[in-house]
């Protein structure tokens, strides 16, 4: 068998013991097959995961940066009270239009908010919102902006926040310091910034599944 044939496997026993997905995950990942998303969503143990890390946080508010098809935007939504707020950021309008689909066919539209256009556009107008901190933030859209993405969080977090930083490893490229892959630069550079920002303490997880060789960075910020 080969390491990846037994990767998939341990994900699926996982998976159906741990985190099943319900008829509107299911939905979810078949609308955005359908609709032409790219299959690059989190699997149902890593939404899982974002669930009960939302769920420890005793998180009421969330932003996600990179929404695809809404399926991790569920997952997450579905930690929150019914007072909750999540607000999601979406770079593409196909993707979002498909998302929204999603979030209200699993009952979540009235928590979870799809925002459309480049992230560092949408960042510094709901900061001029003056909403109230996010307890947790999940990052998931394009690598080059990751240190962006990773500084904006701090601004719109509080004491104890969480940031979790999606698709760190590169397929191990990530420890080349002389790679010219932007999307290696962009992760090597926020994961600096987690080590070194006096407001940041954070580590980071290799792993491996059906989305292949991979892994993500938690941050917690500090007073």
Known sequence: MSDSQLWNDVDAYFTSLLSPED???????RDSDAAGLPPINVT???GKLLQLLARLQGA???LEIGTLGGYSTIWLARALPADGRLITLEYDAHHADVARRNIAHAGLDRIAEVRVGPALESLPKLADENPPPFDLVFIDADKVNNPH???WSLRLTRTGSLIILDNVVRGGKVTDASSTDPS?????TALELIAEHPRLEGTAIQTVGT???DGFALARVLG
């Open 44 to 46: 149902a143990n890593q």
């Open 184 to 188: 290696v630069r962009g992760t090597r």
């Open 149 to 151: 993405y990773v500084e």
């Open 211 to 213: 989305k292949g060789y």
């Open 23 to 29: 008829e509107a995950l299911r939905a979810a990942q």
């Open 60 to 62: 009421r508010t969330v």
